[in-house]
Nanobody, 125 residues
Framework: QVQLVESGGGLVQAGGSLRLSCATSGRSFNYYTMGWFRQAPGKEREFVAA????????FYADSAKGRFTISRDSAKNTVYLQINSLKPEDTAVYCCAARSRASSWSDQVSGYDYWGQGTQVTVSS
């Protein structure tokens, strides 16, 4: 069974930074591409970034380029999302997800097989 547990969210002032973590357990994550999504109140879940476990290739939504950085620590089976220069519009629940087709990536919710519960990020102005 694959489990994903996010942490690192919180309340932060605009302009601040956060590093979100996604701890993984279960099947070796060498077989997965990992992604981060976010869902703001009243909006659909949207893709933020993805990373292949082997090789560490990264992909970003256009809206995430420049302020968001996805990375992974294979030894700790953990994926990170660094967010800098936070804006009030970044307020959302951030979820990590695992895609079993590790040779490719997706920016679609349907492209991922396992999901964490999410961590709340609130940015005050």
């Amino acid at each position: 069974q694959v489990q994903l547990v996010e942490s690192g969210g919180g309340l932060v002032q605009a302009g601040g930074s956060l590093r979100l973590s996604c701890a993984t357990s279960g099947r070796s994550f060498n077989y997965y591409t990992m992604g981060w999504f976010r869902q703001a109140p009243g909006k659909e879940r949207e893709f933020v970034a993805a990373i292949t476990w082997i090789g560490g290739s990264t992909f970003y939504a256009d809206s995430a380029k420049g302020r968001f950085t996805i990375s992974r620590d294979s030894a700790k089976n953990t994926v990170y999302l660094q967010i800098n220069s936070l804006k009030p519009e970044d307020t959302a629940v951030y979820c990590c997800a695992a895609r079993s087709r590790a040779s490719s990536w997706s920016d679609q919710v349907s492209g991922y097989d396992y999901w964490g519960q999410g961590t709340q990020v609130t940015v005050s102005s």
